[in-house]
T-cell receptor, first 114, second 111 residues
Framework: DTAVSQTPKYLVTQMGNDKSIKCEQN?????MYWYKQDSKKFLKIMFS???????INETVPNRFSPKSPDKAHLNLHINSLELGDSAVYFC?????????????FGPGTRLTVT | QKEVEQDPGPLSVPEGAIVSLNCTYS??????FMWYRQYSRKGPELLMY????GNKEDGRFTAQVDKSSKYISLFIRDSQPSDSATYLC???????????FGEGTQLTVNP
């Protein structure tokens, strides 16, 4: 299936741990994103990469570090997890020549920090 | 004050009703306006896209942008139970710039 996929789908972990979320898209898109959606459904961009280059880096704690090994993959590593990091994290990608308005989202990773 | 304001609802309507969903915004530099639909436990999907002011129609869906009032709307005609989802408005200043989302309106269409 052509899509944006994320692993894992669910992640339950304790405060202070380090975890990673992986994202892959096989749509041939150049730009990929990480979003955080809180319990009130508010979706906020965290990072954006274009052809492996970081182009958007919102005000996010430096405990969050994205990494793009190639333009089809964008991973998110989180150090020293805190309770406030509990949220759903969405990866997305967008095709070239659409200006980024057409974004394809993955299914989300539901992170719970206890 | 948030850049984009959207009534979170919930909004509940009977099947066949006309639904009106709205967002207001404060940043007059926004030029691109989108509506995304998000089903429960899924990622958002693009529903409609409009550049600058005006109307756009796609089947039962109509998107309107009024830049003078900083107000955008999504109308759903003949609403169906399958339209039950959260609708998120999104905006951007320029092509390639970040999207700013509203907090979403949860819609339920009752059969």
């Amino acid at each position: 299936d052509t899509a944006v996929s994320q692993t894992p789908k669910y992640l339950v972990t304790q405060m202070g741990n380090d975890k990673s979320i992986k994202c892959e898209q096989n749509l041939g898109h150049d730009t990929m994103y990480w979003y955080k959606q809180d319990s009130k459904k508010f979706l906020k961009i965290m990072f954006s990469y274009n052809n492996k280059e970081l182009i958007i880096n919102e005000t996010v704690p430096n405990r969050f570090s994205p990494k793009s090994p190639d333009k089809a993959h964008l991973n998110l590593h989180i150090n020293s997890l805190e309770l406030g990091d509990s949220a759903v994290y969405f990866c997305a990608s967008s095709p070239p020549r659409t200006g980024g308005y057409e974004q394809y989202f993955g299914p989300g990773t539901r992170l719970t920090v206890t | 004050q948030k850049e984009v304001e959207q009534d979170p609802g919930p909004l509940s309507v009977p099947e066949g009703a006309i639904v009106s969903l709205n967002c207001t915004y404060s940043n007059s530099a926004f030029q691109y306006f989108m509506w995304y639909r998000q089903y429960s436990r899924k990622g958002p999907e693009l529903l409609m896209y409009t550049y600058s002011s005006g109307n756009k129609e796609d089947g039962r869906f109509t998107a309107q942008v009024d830049k003078s009032s900083k107000y955008i709307s999504l109308f759903i005609r003949d609403s169906q139970p399958s339209d039950s989802a959260t609708y998120l408005c999104a905006m951007s200043v320029a092509s390639g710039s970040r999207l700013t989302f509203g907090e979403g309106t949860q819609l339920t269409v009752n059969p």
